[in-house]
């Protein structure tokens, strides 16, 4: 839908003209942290914007509210399947709907520049095309349901450190061909209403005032959306103003912007024209038409507002989930034919339990349920037996059932009392869990007033006898009371360098260890001075957090040696955390945290009939790889992760992914996060993943595009046809085993000899094909006349000659070729 299509641009124009200079700019910057005003004169109703990539959080952060836990944007992408991604961008609509919520933040799409970015997990691939077509399929979803998709985050934020202030240096060429491109497709291809500038600058502007919003995204793409900054990333009254920046988020102004009265100030002055300001608010406008929430204009289309724990999202979810895990390494053990297990599947390791469906940070929603491996395999009615192994945690986890009770006894939870600055009592909630987040202020709980002093009280029961770790994370001060007496009273800090999402989702704790013996109850209490943190003005956050008794690693790791030994087949779920991956910081190791290797390693020396599941969001070192009998990349599943998991390993789901980022053997070679002086300079260039590795000649774990499924193929014959409308692959398959089973073909463009520097090779297309045992499929695969071209620092140039295109499962496995002709 564009703008003439709805109200046309002379009606959005008109009713700009109805608006005063200050009303114009008021609609500028947020009304709060979520929201957009409202301005009856225009017909325009409030806006409404959430998080996220994994699931629409909607303006609420706490577990009243909640929200479809989708699978991660590194798992969508391993799907290879963009009808698949286009049916989760409509089921996410329909969660927005259900919301109220009409603009989401997403889809990211920077790059896997480098395994150690933080937020990896949330972006699609380290391949341009692959990340285009992806994120395409994820717009589209969305809009043709009338929500608005945010595409994420121009440009070049591609890491976190210093993500607020650093300066990305970025040559044009490559800023081109790999970090603008999947911008530029989506662009032109999809249309979206929206979208994001980032934090970071790039080659000395930082992005909401940088020349390539105006010269490139308007200029050269011709998008018509609406550009709104990321949350505080507006630097400047004048700069951004002339910039293409429209919305600065979030509001009011007069707490986090620099809008307001001084931007209609510099307009009168003449230092801002105000046409631009014009142009912002038909932008906005245009949003809003698009929404439907214009007057005038189009309602929003009618949608089923099916639960986030439906069967029917759930049918959605566990297909999803399964669609994206990548079997990389199989011997023959996968699929476990339940008819022939001997004996118990031993279920080991610290994800089993509580696995990672989704990454830390703003991406974080509350699920209305998860399923674990353990207990998606119990459901599979499977005869299972866990120990834990090893533990991956620095911190300690949220508190949690069966041991966190209500004070009432009513159920798993707390009762959190708010006292007002004066210290009078000024309301009280019972809720579900034992995290708690308010932004800019406790509306969401009802508080209107401003709160001084939190209070959470709740019990914490015994499960069995021994030591339990009780505590508090949240940044100020903080009081813990246990049967009124005092365990501690302490002021948390960060270092004035740590990011604004550390301090919301991963703030620093305090623990006491605490005795009970089997059955025994404890009252807790918790005080938390809301003041007393330096982000208090923009948001609280804080955790009871409980560790319940266990052994040693050692000893652990003993116990699930022994069980593995005693199993017909043992499943060990290995993984990261949400200190180690998370928005807010970049990872300094890829290694798995704590005893996790030495886990595994113990675990397949006692049982060969081993599976290692990887639970990450990216790329973890596997040094054990080649010694399991398979090894099944999970990513973060979504809440219906375990379910998903039994499909696979039982073979009723096949594993349909495919890696859409290369999986390292070892830290050599990588690209760095770390800026130097301020300035993070891109010198690997255009070889970025496998670009790089096959420049080198270094050979990775797992390559790009790799993973196997329960059939096998043999790929038979490639024909190129070039005509005046284009290239287009044709490419025939057989499947040779045994099976029904899904392939993807993936084509590659290299041009031998070439005069330009250039890739080995480079992805150009690729699709999916479903063969049944013995059965030849032929698809077609159109090639794009950009596959073809390259940046000359003036424009897009095709050099004349053969360029060969590549057919086969794999970057590193391309058993076709055919030559084409251009210019």
Known sequence: ??????????????????????????????????????????????????????????????????????????????????????????????????????????????????????RHFECFSEDPLLTARIGAAYVRGLQRCGVAATVKHFVGNDSETQRMTVDVRIDDRTLRELYLAPFEEIVRETDPWAVMAGYNGVNGWTMTESPLLRGILHGEWGFDGLVMSDWTATRSVEGAARAALDLAMPGPASRYGP?????????????????????????????????????????????????????????????????????????????????????????????????????????????????????????????????????????????????????????TGAEIRFFSEAGELAGSEQRDGATFRWLSGFGSSGISEPVGRLEIHCVIRATAGGLYRLGVSGLGRSRL????????????????????????????????????????????????????????GLGTSVQVTLEPPHGTDDEEIAAATALAASSDVAVVVVGTTAEVESE??????LALPGRQDELVRRVIAANPRTVVVVNSGAPVLLPWAQDAAAVLLTWFGGQEFGHALADVLLGAAEPGGRLPTTWPASEAGLPSTQPDDGVLTYHEGLFIGYRAYERDGRIPLFPFGHGTGYTTWSYESLVVDHDRTGVAACVQVRNTGARRGREVVQVYASRPGSAVSRPLKWLAGFAAVDADPGETVEVGILIAERAFQHWDGRGWATEPGPFTLLAGPSSASVPLAAEVRLG
Do not use: C
């Open 1 to 118: 839908m564009t703008g003439a299509g709805l109200l046309g641009d002379a009606e959005l124009t008109r009713r700009v003209g109805l608006l005063s200079l200050e009303q114009k700019v008021r609609l500028l910057t947020g009304a709060d942290f979520w929201a957009l005003y409202a301005e009856p004169e225009a017909g325009l109703r409030r806006l409404v914007t959430s998080d996220g990539p994994a699931g629409v959080r909607g303006e609420a952060w706490d577990e009243r509210d909640t929200s479809a836990n989708i699978p991660s944007a590194t798992a969508l992408a391993a799907t290879w399947d963009t009808g698949l991604v286009a049916a989760i961008g409509a089921l996410l609509a329909r969660e927005a709907r259900r919301k109220g919520v009409d603009v989401l933040l997403a889809p990211t799409v920077n790059l896997h520049r480098t395994p150690y970015g933080g």
């Open 259 to 411: 809008w307001g009265d001084e931007l209609v100030e510099a307009v009168r002055a003449g230092h801002v024209d105000e046409a631009l300001i014009d142009d912002k608010v038909r932008r906005i406008l245009r949003l809003a038409a698009r929404v439907g929430a214009l007057a005038g204009g189009p309602a929003a289309p009618e949608l089923p507002l099916d639960l986030p724990g439906s069967p029917a999202v759930a049918h959605e979810l566990r297909a999803a989930a399964a669609g994206g895990f990548v079997l990389a390494r199989n011997d023959g053990l996968l699929p476990l034919d339940r008819a022939r297990l001997a004996g118990r599947v031993a279920v080991i390791g610290p994800n089993a339990e509580l696995a990672r469906t989704m990454g830390g940070g703003s991406a974080t929603v509350f699920p209305p349920y998860t399923v674990s491996p353990l207990d998606g395999l119990r459901a599979a009615g499977l005869d299972v037996a866990h120990a834990l192994g090893a533990s991956e945690h620095l911190r300690a986890p949220a508190a949690r059932a069966p041991w966190l009770l209500r004070p009432d006894g009513s159920g």
């Open 481 to 536: 009371l246990v049967d009124g007496a005092e365990a501690f009273d302490v002021t948390l800090t960060l270092p004035e360098e740590a990011d604004v999402v550390e301090a919301l989702m991963t703030p620093p704790q305090q623990v006491a260890p605490v005795r009970l013996a089997a059955g025994q109850s404890v009252r807790v209490v918790v005080e938390h001075y809301v003041g007393s943190s330096p982000f208090a």
């Open 584 to 589: 807010g910081f970049d990872r300094t190791s």
